[in-house]
C-alpha cells in the first residue's frame, strides 16, 4: 500500500469553528488531492497540488483552503464549518498529473 | 466540461460475469481509469485504458471506446468479495481525475 496517512480519521466540530484535515505521504508523488465523497454524488475534487507551494482549485473548493509547505504533507482547512461540510474526505497522491491515484483511509468529519 | 455516467446499481449471481458501463462526454479526453471501493474504506486502484480495447487483469477486464465515449469493466467469475462500488474516472492532459458517481454492484448467491 501507498504510505499516505491521513489525521485525523474522525472529527465531530460544531458550526463555524475552523478544522484543519492532515495528509502524510512517505512516497514523495509530487502531486496531491483532496476530495470529498458524498451519497449521490461520488467524489468530487476540492483542491491539488502539483509541489511545494504550487496549488490549484477543484470542483467544489468554496469554503477551503489548502497548503503545501513541504512535498510530504497536504493540509485542508475549513475556515468556518457548516453543516454542508459534514463528509468524507479522502486524500490522494500520484507521480504524474494523469497517473494512478493511491487514496489515503479517509477522515470522515461531523459539522453539528 | 465533463460528463461521467455510470449505473448506480447493480446487482449479480456469484459465479457469474458481470459487465458495468460507463459513459462520459470530456474534451481533451486523455485516459480512463476504474476503481473499487468496499463500503466505509479507500477506493483502489483497478485499471487505465488509454488506447482502445481491452485490457485484461486476471478476472477483471476493462475496454475502451475513445470514439464512442464508451467503457465497461468485466468482472468474471464473480465472487462475494466482489461486492463493492466501481468507480469510473477520466482525465484530460495533466488535469486531475474527475469521478462518476459510481455503480453499487452486490453479488447475491
Known amino acids: 500500500d501507498a504510505g499516505i496517512t491521513q489525521s485525523p480519521r474522525h472529527k465531530v466540530t460544531e458550526t463555524g469553528t475552523p478544522v484543519t484535515l492532515r495528509c502524510h505521504q512517505t512516497e514523495n508523488h509530487r502531486y496531491m488531492y483532496w476530495y470529498r465523497q458524498d451519497p449521490g454524488h461520488g467524489l468530487r475534487l476540492i483542491h491539488y497540488?502539483?509541489?511545494?507551494?504550487?496549488?490549484d482549485k477543484g470542483e467544489v473548493s468554496d469554503g477551503y483552503s489548502v497548503s503545501r509547505s513541504k512535498t510530504e504533507d497536504f493540509l485542508l482547512t475549513l475556515e468556518s464549518a457548516t453543516s454542508s461540510q459534514t463528509s468524507v474526505y479522502f486524500c490522494?497522491?500520484?507521480?504524474?498529473?494523469?497517473?494512478?491515484?493511491?487514496f489515503g483511509n479517509g477522515t470522515r468529519l461531523t459539522v453539528t | 466540461g465533463q460528463n461521467i455516467d455510470q449505473p448506480t446499481e447493480m446487482t449479480a449471481t456469484e459465479g457469474a460475469i458481470v459487465q458495468i458501463n460507463c459513459t462520459y462526454q470530456t474534451s481533451g479526453f486523455n485516459g480512463l481509469f476504474w476503481y473499487q471501493q468496499h463500503a466505509g474504506e479507500a477506493p483502489t486502484f483497478l485499471s487505465y485504458n488509454v488506447l482502445d480495447g481491452l485490457e485484461e487483469k486476471g478476472r477483471f477486464s476493462s475496454f475502451l471506446s475513445r470514439s464512442k465515449g464508451y467503457s465497461y469493466l468485466l468482472l468474471k467469475e464473480l465472487q462475494m468479495k466482489d461486492s463493492a462500488s466501481y468507480l469510473c474516472a477520466v482525465t484530460r492532459g495533466n488535469t486531475p481525475l474527475v469521478f462518476g458517481k459510481g455503480t453499487r454492484l452486490s453479488v447475491i448467491a
Open positions: 497540488s502539483y509541489g511545494v507551494k504550487d496549488t
Open positions: 490522494a497522491i500520484s507521480e504524474q498529473g494523469n497517473s494512478p491515484l493511491h
